[in-house]
């Protein structure tokens, strides 16, 4: 049973560039969420899809945004990249969006912007 | 909004002995739950231990228990007969509507 997996696992960006990064639920799961970790820092939550459809926010501006595709994979795009997005983005997934299911992080991608 | 705050930036213990790292959170809500994740160097964010806020009794995994005081919304993680590969940032976090909220996260360093 494959559990979530995110591609690449490392890229480097120039500012103003746009990245995407990918995720791949663990099978059975429907909901994706998205987090950034800086250095240092515990994750950020950014967003969160369920049944294609953004359900969740946190503060983060529009340059991020998302997409859920049929099969429940996801992507998170970046615009205009800024040297304060590197980081470490982790996707997660769980059963659902019900409060108290197991929620499982892929391995992450590191995005450096130079 | 909820908040998560770990106190101690880092610990060390050695192998075998028991430590115990803290985390309180603020919140208004009433059901929810609360996790401690595991995130070695390999980066992979594992998870240690869940408490179900309506639940009085403090969860237990093998050698990992809480100390969930939920008045004082206090949710503190025991590591007994501590091992080398406990060595890793450890996060408290909270749980609601299926988002997570994390703390700043402890490095637990573990000494032979």
């Known amino acids: 049973d494959a559990g979530v997996t995110q591609s690449p696992t490392h890229l480097i960006k120039t500012r103003g560039q746009q990245v995407t990064l990918r995720c791949s639920p663990k099978?059975?799961?429907?909901?994706v969420s998205w987090y950034q970790q800086a250095l240092g820092q515990g994750p950020q939550f950014i967003f969160q899809?369920?049944?294609?459809?953004?359900?969740q926010r946190g503060n983060f501006p529009d340059r991020f945004s998302g997409h859920q595709f049929p099969n429940y994979s996801s992507e998170l795009n970046v615009n205009a990249l800024l040297l304060g997005d590197s980081a470490l983005y982790l996707c997660?997934?769980?059963?659902?969006?019900?409060?108290?299911?197991?929620?499982?992080f892929g391995e992450g991608s590191w995005l450096t912007v130079v | 909004a909820q908040t998560v705050t770990q106190s101690q930036p880092e610990m060390s213990v050695q192998e075998a002995e028991t430590v115990t790292l803290s985390c309180t959170y603020d919140?208004?809500?009433?059901?929810?739950?609360l996790f401690w994740y595991k995130q070695p160097p390999s980066r992979q964010m594992i998870l240690v231990i869940r408490?179900?806020?309506?639940?009085?009794q403090n969860a237990t995994e093998n050698r990992f228990s809480v100390n969930f005081q939920k008045a004082a919304k206090s949710f503190s993680l025991k590591i007994s007969d501590s091992q080398l590969g406990d060595t890793a940032m450890y996060f408290c976090?909270?749980?609601?509507?299926?988002?997570?909220?994390f703390g700043a996260g402890t490095i637990l360093r573990v000494k032979s």
């Open positions: 997660a997934s769980s059963l659902d969006q019900t409060s108290g299911n197991t929620i499982y």
């Open positions: 919140t208004s809500e009433n059901n929810y739950y």
């Open positions: 976090a909270f749980e609601y509507g299926n988002k997570l909220v």
């Open positions: 408490q179900e806020a309506y639940k009085q």
């Open positions: 099978s059975g799961h429907d909901t």
């Open positions: 899809y369920y049944e294609e459809e953004e359900r």
